[in-house]
Structures are given as structure tokens and as C-alpha cells.
């Protein structure tokens, strides 16, 4: 099989190439079928499925041969981040940030679907940077600021590998141990009225309680993850952030729909995602729910002020990120 593949990576002041994904060499994703046909000489899709929730190590021969050949062409282009700043309150945590993200990039022009080719991607992501900016509004109209300093930060190059947070956590103002947590805004599926979140991060860091208490404070029930096939978590900004040790959180559609008509709303993340998804589909004609927006808005919104209000956030010890500290690679 030949295919032509895009890869973007920054450059350090070295000019040396960096991506968050570098270490993986290559990489492959397969559907459902295709990964049961790949692990059929071991074991069943269900079984590594199974194994991997559990967070049992999994080691077996596939009794397989892969073989990689590529040709490269390099090229330079150029992208920017966009940032604004709320300064705290306090002398002693006004130069600590608390940071909320949301990438500003999507796909571009690309293969035509009913006669469009221009992939608009108005929930993935116009919806988060619209959130950001009325959330930069909000924060700049308190009569009160918070004790820390809030960064509002655009990133470029989400959909080319989270390359604009990668660049700004390896290139962050002032030490990056100033950085306290990271509250993501991307690709929230508001079709339905809301009652629960799904919080990618959660378990990490005691962020994930200051994110509970603020949904529960709203009315709102947390639930697990409806895609996890989809690897969201490892997808979107917050991961640059908990990659170099700065806690992170980001919320999701979650599985209940509050609109009375007995909807999935884990089934309406499937549709959206097997047929809006990264599609000249994503407009703002969608039947999309604004006050489920609002509702998203506003809990992004108090997670961030709480995190700058209140103690900084801290790992938790019996999980993947519990030894990261500011700087570690």
C-alpha cells in the first residue's frame, strides 16, 4: 500500500524537529476488524479490550512481520498561538497560571461531500474557541479577580499531532513550574441537553475533586468514558500539559441526554463522530442545544476559577502521572 501522509513537527531553537508522538517511530490505527484480524494468531479484540480497562500488562507474538518503507520531503510553514492574560489578584500567586486551551486549527479544504469541500468544523473546534474567548470575557469583567493569573491560550496545530500546546509547555512564560493546571476546551458534541460530563484527566491529578464539586454544584453527574476506543484522552491539548507534569482536565460529551426522549447521548457522540465528524457536515446548522453550550461554558469556567482560588493541584499517587513534575520529560 502507498499512501501519502502529512507530518508537522516545531522547532526548538536548535532548529531540531519536536513532536509529542516523536518516540512512537511510526504508527498505524486500525478499526475493529482490522485489529481482530491483527491479534487473531493471539488473542481476541475483546480480550485486550478487557485487559487494557483492567490495566493488565499485555505481552504476546502476533506472529507477524511489518514492514515500514517511507520517503521523506521536507517543507517549512508557519502557525501561531494566540494569548491573553488576566493578572491575579494576589502578589504571592500572581505569577502562577492557571491556563485554559483551546485549538483554534481544523482540516481545511479536503475531499467534497454534497458539493462541499471546505471542512468548517464548527463544533470541532470554533465551538472551544468561542468558549475561550467569552470565558477571556467573563474573567476580564469580574469585579474580583482570582489570586492567580489565567492565561487564555489559542493553539495551533491540534489536528496535525497537539503541536501548538506541545510548543507552548516546552516554551511557556517564565518557569513552566509557574503553570498550575490546564483546563481544555475541544470538540464538546452539545446535541442534546445536558446532565452529565465525562472528565478526560480526572483520576490524575486532585483537579478531577475540584471538577466533581463544581458539576456536582451545577446539578451535574459525572460519567465514565462512551468512546473509549476513540483514545480521546491522549488526542487534545490537556495531554501536552500532564506530559510535562502540569495537571489537566478536560470535559466531554457524557452519556445521559436530558431531553426526555430516551436518547443515548453516547450513541448520538457515536453518530456525530462516524458521520459529522471532520466533514464539511460540522456547521453551525446542526441541531445544536445552546444551552447545553452555556451549561459547558459555565463549568469550564468555574473549574479554572476554583483551581485559581484554591490550592494547587496535585498528582495523585496511584496513577501514570503521579512522579511528573514541572519540566520532566
Do not use: C
Request: hydrophobic share 40%; glycine share 10%; charged share 20%.
Amino acid at each position: 500500500m502507498v499512501r501519502q501522509l502529512d507530518g508537522f513537527a516545531w522547532l526548538d531553537s536548535a532548529g531540531s524537529a519536536r513532536s509529542p508522538f516523536f518516540e512512537l517511530g511510526a504508527a498505524a490505527r486500525l478499526t475493529a476488524d482490522g485489529a481482530s484480524a491483527f491479534l487473531a494468531a493471539g488473542r481476541s479484540l475483546s480480550q485486550v479490550l478487557e485487559g487494557a480497562a483492567s490495566g493488565t500488562r499485555q505481552s504476546f507474538d502476533l506472529g507477524v512481520t511489518l514492514e515500514l518503507r517511507a520517503r521523506f520531503a521536507h517543507a517549512d510553514t508557519a502557525a501561531a498561538n494566540a494569548v491573553g492574560m488576566l493578572r491575579g489578584r494576589d502578589p504571592r500567586r500572581r505569577d502562577e497560571f492557571v491556563v485554559y486551551t483551546a485549538h483554534l486549527d481544523h482540516v481545511g479544504v479536503g475531499p467534497a461531500v454534497s458539493g462541499d469541500s471546505v471542512y468548517h468544523g464548527a463544533i470541532d473546534n470554533a465551538g472551544g474557541t468561542a468558549t475561550l474567548i467569552a470565558l477571556a470575557r467573563a474573567s476580564a469583567e469580574m469585579a474580583r479577580r482570582p489570586r492567580r493569573s489565567i492565561l487564555f491560550v489559542a493553539v495551533t496545530g491540534e489536528e496535525k499531532g497537539i503541536l501548538g500546546s506541545d510548543y507552548f509547555v516546552h516554551n511557556p512564560p517564565g518557569r513552566l513550574d509557574r503553570l498550575v493546571t490546564n483546563v481544555n476546551m475541544d470538540n464538546y458534541v452539545m446535541l442534546h441537553p445536558v446532565r452529565d460530563f465525562v472528565i478526560y484527566g480526572a483520576p490524575y491529578s486532585t483537579l478531577g475533586g475540584v471538577a466533581d464539586r463544581v458539576l456536582a454544584g451545577m446539578g451535574l453527574a459525572t460519567s465514565a468514558d462512551p468512546a473509549p476506543e476513540q483514545t480521546i484522552f491522549t488526542r487534545s491539548d490537556h495531554y501536552t500539559f500532564m506530559r510535562r507534569g502540569v495537571p489537566g482536565v478536560m470535559l466531554f460529551t457524557g452519556i445521559a441526554s436530558g431531553d426526555g426522549a430516551g436518547r443515548d447521548g453516547s450513541r448520538v457522540l457515536r453518530d456525530w463522530l462516524a458521520n459529522i465528524h471532520h466533514t464539511p457536515r460540522d456547521v453551525t446548522d446542526q441541531a445544536i442545544d445552546w444551552n447545553a453550550a452555556v451549561t459547558y461554558a459555565r463549568a469550564d469556567f468555574l473549574i479554572g476559577y476554583a483551581a485559581a482560588e484554591g490550592e494547587r493541584p496535585r498528582w495523585n499517587g496511584a496513577y501514570f502521572f503521579h512522579d511528573r513534575r514541572p519540566g520532566v520529560p
